[in-house]
Protein backbone atom coordinates (compact mmCIF):
# COMPACT_ATOMS: atom_id res chain seq x y z
CA UNK A 1 0.00 0.00 0.00
CA UNK A 2 1.42 3.08 -0.95
CA UNK A 3 2.06 5.96 1.80
CA UNK A 4 -0.37 8.88 0.50
CA UNK A 5 -2.90 6.49 1.12
CA UNK A 6 -2.16 5.28 4.09
CA UNK A 7 -4.82 7.86 6.46
CA UNK A 8 -7.41 7.12 3.70
CA UNK A 9 -7.36 3.40 4.48
CA UNK A 10 -7.09 3.82 8.02
CA UNK A 11 -9.92 5.71 8.24
CA UNK A 12 -12.02 3.47 5.65
CA UNK A 13 -11.12 0.47 7.80
CA UNK A 14 -12.08 1.85 10.97
CA UNK A 15 -15.42 3.54 9.50
CA UNK A 16 -15.92 0.03 8.54
CA UNK A 17 -15.22 -1.56 12.15
CA UNK A 18 -17.16 0.92 14.03
CA UNK A 19 -20.82 0.62 11.94
CA UNK A 20 -20.83 -3.21 13.09
CA UNK A 21 -22.71 -2.69 15.18
CA UNK A 22 -24.52 0.23 14.29
CA UNK A 23 -28.37 0.06 13.27
CA UNK A 24 -29.37 1.95 10.10
CA UNK A 25 -30.17 4.82 12.10
CA UNK A 26 -27.44 4.97 13.93
CA UNK A 27 -25.08 5.48 10.89
CA UNK A 28 -26.06 8.89 10.57
CA UNK A 29 -26.19 12.00 13.17
CA UNK A 30 -27.67 15.24 12.51
CA UNK A 31 -24.79 18.65 12.93
CA UNK A 32 -26.18 22.20 11.94
CA UNK A 33 -28.94 20.75 10.76
CA UNK A 34 -27.64 18.70 7.97
CA UNK A 35 -27.30 14.66 8.52
CA UNK A 36 -23.72 13.19 8.19
CA UNK A 37 -22.00 9.62 8.27
CA UNK A 38 -21.81 8.75 12.15
CA UNK A 39 -18.55 6.56 11.55
CA UNK A 40 -16.52 9.48 9.04
CA UNK A 41 -18.01 12.81 10.77
CA UNK A 42 -17.75 14.07 13.95
CA UNK A 43 -18.86 17.00 16.11
CA UNK A 44 -15.62 17.30 17.44
CA UNK A 45 -14.39 17.56 13.64
CA UNK A 46 -16.96 20.13 12.35
CA UNK A 47 -16.21 22.30 15.42
CA UNK A 48 -11.78 22.00 14.76
CA UNK A 49 -13.07 22.77 10.88
CA UNK A 50 -14.11 26.37 12.13
CA UNK A 51 -10.08 27.17 12.68
CA UNK A 52 -9.00 25.83 9.18
CA UNK A 53 -6.53 28.77 7.31
CA UNK A 54 -7.81 28.36 3.33
CA UNK A 55 -5.19 29.46 1.14
CA UNK A 56 -5.64 31.43 -2.04
CA UNK A 57 -4.14 29.10 -3.93
CA UNK A 58 -5.72 26.13 -2.24
CA UNK A 59 -7.96 23.81 -4.57
CA UNK A 60 -10.90 22.66 -3.36
CA UNK A 61 -13.63 20.28 -5.22
CA UNK A 62 -16.91 20.37 -4.03
CA UNK A 63 -19.74 18.32 -4.82
CA UNK A 64 -22.94 16.29 -3.29
CA UNK A 65 -22.62 12.83 -3.34
CA UNK A 66 -22.45 10.69 -6.20
CA UNK A 67 -21.44 13.55 -8.82
CA UNK A 68 -18.40 12.24 -9.84
CA UNK A 69 -16.01 14.30 -7.26
CA UNK A 70 -13.37 10.62 -7.14
CA UNK A 71 -12.91 10.91 -11.43
CA UNK A 72 -13.07 14.54 -11.41
CA UNK A 73 -11.40 15.49 -8.53
CA UNK A 74 -8.40 12.38 -10.19
CA UNK A 75 -8.24 14.26 -12.87
CA UNK A 76 -7.42 17.96 -10.53
CA UNK A 77 -5.36 16.06 -8.56
CA UNK A 78 -3.27 15.15 -11.89
CA UNK A 79 -2.99 18.65 -13.29
CA UNK A 80 -2.09 20.40 -9.99
CA UNK A 81 1.06 17.53 -9.78
CA UNK A 82 1.99 17.90 -13.52
CA UNK A 83 2.08 21.78 -13.06
CA UNK A 84 4.47 21.57 -9.71
CA UNK A 85 6.56 18.71 -11.57
CA UNK A 86 6.64 21.29 -14.97
CA UNK A 87 6.82 24.68 -12.52
CA UNK A 88 7.96 24.51 -9.10
CA UNK A 89 9.02 20.75 -8.56
CA UNK A 90 10.82 22.24 -5.53
CA UNK A 91 7.55 22.72 -3.86
CA UNK A 92 5.95 19.56 -4.65
CA UNK A 93 5.51 16.82 -1.39
CA UNK A 94 3.46 14.39 -3.19
CA UNK A 95 3.70 12.60 0.00
CA UNK A 96 1.66 15.90 2.22
CA UNK A 97 -0.20 16.53 -0.92
CA UNK A 98 -2.02 12.83 -0.75
CA UNK A 99 -1.38 12.14 2.73
CA UNK A 100 -4.83 13.23 4.40
CA UNK A 101 -8.21 11.77 4.16
CA UNK A 102 -9.09 13.80 0.66
CA UNK A 103 -12.58 15.21 1.81
CA UNK A 104 -11.87 18.40 4.23
CA UNK A 105 -14.78 17.03 6.71
CA UNK A 106 -13.33 13.79 7.29
CA UNK A 107 -10.36 12.86 9.85
CA UNK A 108 -9.51 13.74 13.16
CA UNK A 109 -9.51 17.31 15.18
CA UNK A 110 -5.64 17.39 14.83
CA UNK A 111 -6.15 17.30 11.08
CA UNK A 112 -6.22 21.01 10.38
CA UNK A 113 -2.92 21.59 12.45
CA UNK A 114 -1.09 19.38 10.32
CA UNK A 115 -2.15 20.74 7.03
CA UNK A 116 -0.37 23.82 8.23
CA UNK A 117 2.89 22.77 6.91
CA UNK A 118 1.83 20.85 3.75
CA UNK A 119 2.88 22.76 1.05
CA UNK A 120 0.96 25.33 -1.84
CA UNK A 121 -1.49 23.77 -3.73
CA UNK A 122 -3.19 21.79 -1.44
CA UNK A 123 -5.74 19.59 -3.13
CA UNK A 124 -9.25 19.31 -0.99
CA UNK A 125 -12.35 17.21 -1.77
CA UNK A 126 -15.59 18.09 0.17
CA UNK A 127 -18.81 17.31 -0.03
CA UNK A 128 -20.03 20.31 2.53
CA UNK A 129 -22.98 22.97 1.65
CA UNK A 130 -20.91 26.46 1.34
CA UNK A 131 -22.51 27.54 4.16
CA UNK A 132 -21.13 25.00 6.02
CA UNK A 133 -17.80 25.64 4.87
CA UNK A 134 -14.69 27.48 7.09
CA UNK A 135 -15.42 31.37 6.51
CA UNK A 136 -12.00 31.16 5.56
CA UNK A 137 -12.55 29.88 2.16
CA UNK A 138 -14.46 32.63 0.64
CA UNK A 139 -12.61 35.29 2.57
CA UNK A 140 -8.67 33.88 1.19
CA UNK A 141 -10.44 33.21 -2.36
CA UNK A 142 -9.74 29.63 -2.32
CA UNK A 143 -10.07 28.35 -5.49
CA UNK A 144 -13.57 26.29 -5.91
CA UNK A 145 -14.32 23.47 -8.68
CA UNK A 146 -18.19 23.54 -8.07
CA UNK A 147 -19.27 19.68 -9.50
CA UNK A 148 -22.76 19.40 -10.66
CA UNK A 149 -24.63 16.42 -11.66
CA UNK A 150 -27.92 15.60 -12.82
CA UNK A 151 -30.28 14.28 -9.46
CA UNK A 152 -31.60 11.36 -11.08
CA UNK A 153 -28.20 9.87 -11.72
CA UNK A 154 -26.92 10.75 -8.97
CA UNK A 155 -29.65 9.42 -7.00
CA UNK A 156 -29.31 5.99 -9.02
CA UNK A 157 -25.52 5.72 -8.59
CA UNK A 158 -25.84 7.11 -4.66
CA UNK A 159 -28.15 4.25 -4.25
CA UNK A 160 -25.83 1.81 -5.71
CA UNK A 161 -22.86 2.82 -3.51
CA UNK A 162 -25.02 3.05 -0.18
CA UNK A 163 -25.89 -1.06 -0.61
CA UNK A 164 -21.81 -1.38 -1.08
CA UNK A 165 -20.27 1.06 1.44
CA UNK A 166 -20.94 -0.21 5.26
CA UNK A 167 -20.55 3.03 6.76
CA UNK A 168 -23.63 4.82 5.04
CA UNK A 169 -27.33 3.17 5.63
CA UNK A 170 -28.49 0.41 2.82
CA UNK A 171 -32.00 0.07 1.60
CA UNK A 172 -33.33 -3.00 0.45
CA UNK A 173 -35.18 -1.15 -2.15
CA UNK A 174 -34.99 1.40 -4.70
CA UNK A 175 -38.32 2.60 -3.47
CA UNK A 176 -37.03 3.22 0.04
CA UNK A 177 -33.94 4.70 -1.08
CA UNK A 178 -35.97 7.74 -2.77
CA UNK A 179 -37.98 8.26 -0.27
CA UNK A 180 -35.07 9.06 2.00
CA UNK A 181 -33.52 11.11 -0.85
CA UNK A 182 -36.07 13.30 -1.45
CA UNK A 183 -36.45 14.13 2.20
CA UNK A 184 -33.23 14.73 2.82
CA UNK A 185 -32.04 11.72 5.16
CA UNK A 186 -28.70 11.39 3.46
CA UNK A 187 -25.07 11.65 4.23
CA UNK A 188 -24.37 15.11 3.87
CA UNK A 189 -28.13 15.94 3.51
CA UNK A 190 -30.36 16.64 0.86
CA UNK A 191 -29.52 17.16 -2.87
CA UNK A 192 -31.89 20.23 -3.72
CA UNK A 193 -30.42 21.93 -0.46
CA UNK A 194 -27.42 21.60 -1.68
CA UNK A 195 -27.51 23.03 -4.55
CA UNK A 196 -29.62 25.82 -3.75
CA UNK A 197 -26.96 26.46 -1.35
CA UNK A 198 -24.59 26.35 -3.77
CA UNK A 199 -26.69 28.62 -6.03
CA UNK A 200 -26.14 31.82 -4.20
CA UNK A 201 -22.10 31.31 -4.97
CA UNK A 202 -22.08 30.38 -8.46
CA UNK A 203 -20.95 33.41 -9.57
CA UNK A 204 -18.18 34.27 -7.02
CA UNK A 205 -14.69 34.73 -9.01
CA UNK A 206 -13.37 32.02 -7.33
CA UNK A 207 -15.82 29.56 -7.69
CA UNK A 208 -15.82 27.22 -11.32
CA UNK A 209 -19.19 25.26 -11.81
CA UNK A 210 -18.88 22.45 -14.07
CA UNK A 211 -21.41 19.44 -14.70
CA UNK A 212 -20.52 15.63 -14.73
CA UNK A 213 -22.06 15.55 -17.99
CA UNK A 214 -19.75 17.69 -19.79
CA UNK A 215 -17.06 16.04 -18.47
CA UNK A 216 -18.17 12.45 -20.03
CA UNK A 217 -19.01 14.31 -22.91
CA UNK A 218 -15.43 15.77 -23.57
CA UNK A 219 -12.94 15.30 -20.81
CA UNK A 220 -10.23 16.71 -22.82
CA UNK A 221 -12.07 20.22 -22.96
CA UNK A 222 -13.18 20.14 -19.30
CA UNK A 223 -9.50 19.26 -18.08
CA UNK A 224 -8.49 22.39 -20.35
CA UNK A 225 -11.39 24.31 -18.32
CA UNK A 226 -9.97 23.24 -14.97
CA UNK A 227 -6.42 24.07 -15.79
CA UNK A 228 -6.98 27.42 -16.71
CA UNK A 229 -9.12 28.48 -13.92
CA UNK A 230 -6.35 26.81 -11.66
CA UNK A 231 -3.78 28.93 -13.55
CA UNK A 232 -1.96 25.91 -13.70
CA UNK A 233 0.04 26.83 -17.08
CA UNK A 234 0.15 23.65 -19.10
CA UNK A 235 0.69 22.48 -22.78
CA UNK A 236 -2.37 20.78 -24.86
CA UNK A 237 0.12 17.52 -24.54
CA UNK A 238 0.26 17.38 -20.51
CA UNK A 239 -3.45 18.29 -20.44
CA UNK A 240 -4.03 15.12 -23.23
CA UNK A 241 -1.55 12.63 -20.58
CA UNK A 242 -3.50 13.39 -17.37
CA UNK A 243 -6.57 12.37 -19.77
CA UNK A 244 -5.40 9.40 -20.65
CA UNK A 245 -4.10 8.23 -17.39
CA UNK A 246 -7.44 9.46 -15.45
CA UNK A 247 -9.82 7.44 -17.81
CA UNK A 248 -12.03 5.07 -16.01
CA UNK A 249 -10.44 2.13 -17.09
CA UNK A 250 -7.13 3.26 -16.41
CA UNK A 251 -7.99 4.33 -12.90
CA UNK A 252 -9.57 0.96 -12.44
CA UNK A 253 -7.02 -0.85 -13.39
CA UNK A 254 -5.17 0.82 -10.21
CA UNK A 255 -7.86 1.34 -8.17
CA UNK A 256 -7.34 -2.49 -6.40
CA UNK A 257 -3.77 -1.48 -5.72
CA UNK A 258 -4.68 2.41 -4.58
CA UNK A 259 -7.58 1.75 -2.58
CA UNK A 260 -7.59 -2.28 -1.88
CA UNK A 261 -10.95 -3.82 -1.02
CA UNK A 262 -12.21 0.05 -1.95
CA UNK A 263 -11.62 0.31 -5.06
CA UNK A 264 -14.40 -1.61 -6.56
CA UNK A 265 -17.07 0.91 -5.24
CA UNK A 266 -15.47 4.19 -5.61
CA UNK A 267 -14.40 4.29 -9.24
CA UNK A 268 -17.59 2.90 -10.12
CA UNK A 269 -18.19 3.78 -13.85
CA UNK A 270 -21.46 6.16 -13.80
CA UNK A 271 -23.09 6.41 -17.17
CA UNK A 272 -25.40 9.10 -17.59
CA UNK A 273 -29.12 8.58 -17.65
CA UNK A 274 -27.99 4.97 -15.88
CA UNK A 275 -31.32 6.58 -13.55
CA UNK A 276 -33.71 5.04 -16.07
CA UNK A 277 -33.29 1.50 -14.87
CA UNK A 278 -34.22 2.30 -11.65
CA UNK A 279 -37.12 5.46 -11.33
CA UNK A 280 -40.83 4.31 -11.25
CA UNK A 281 -43.64 6.68 -12.71
CA UNK A 282 -44.14 7.74 -9.43
CA UNK A 283 -40.49 8.05 -8.68
CA UNK A 284 -40.31 10.63 -11.98
CA UNK A 285 -42.97 12.77 -11.53
CA UNK A 286 -41.69 12.90 -7.75
CA UNK A 287 -38.62 14.35 -9.14
CA UNK A 288 -39.73 16.26 -11.56
CA UNK A 289 -42.21 17.95 -9.21
CA UNK A 290 -39.50 19.07 -6.72
CA UNK A 291 -36.44 19.99 -9.44
CA UNK A 292 -39.64 22.11 -10.97
CA UNK A 293 -40.18 23.88 -7.36
CA UNK A 294 -36.65 24.12 -6.18
CA UNK A 295 -34.38 24.47 -9.15
CA UNK A 296 -35.54 25.24 -12.53
CA UNK A 297 -34.61 28.64 -12.89
CA UNK A 298 -31.86 29.24 -11.36
CA UNK A 299 -28.66 28.89 -12.69
CA UNK A 300 -27.75 25.35 -11.25
CA UNK A 301 -30.57 24.05 -12.61
CA UNK A 302 -30.06 25.66 -16.06
CA UNK A 303 -26.77 24.15 -16.03
CA UNK A 304 -28.08 20.68 -15.21
CA UNK A 305 -30.03 20.94 -18.65
CA UNK A 306 -33.04 18.74 -16.81
CA UNK A 307 -35.03 18.34 -20.09
CA UNK A 308 -32.01 16.51 -21.87
CA UNK A 309 -30.93 13.84 -18.60
CA UNK A 310 -33.90 13.88 -16.88
CA UNK A 311 -37.16 13.43 -19.16
CA UNK A 312 -38.35 9.95 -20.18
Known sequence: MSYFRKKFMEISVKAVKDVEKMTQEQKLFTY?????????????VFKALESFEARSDDVIIASYCKSGSFWIGQIVTDLVITSAKKHEPHKLSEELLLAEYPYLEIGDPEKYQRMKSHRSRRVLFTHLRADKLPKSVFKNKAKILMIVRNPK?????????SNMYAPYPSHDTFGTFFEAFIKGEMPFGSYID?????NKYIDEENVMPITYEEMKENTALGAEKMAKFFELNLSD????????????KAMSDNAKKT?????????????????????SQENNQEMDMVFKEH?????VGEMIKYDVYCKT
Open 32 to 44: DGVAYPTALCSSE
Open 153 to 161: DVAASFFHF
Open 194 to 198: YHCVW
Open 237 to 248: EDIQSVVERTTY
Open 259 to 279: YEEFGDCLFHEGGVSDWKTLF
Open 295 to 299: LAGTK
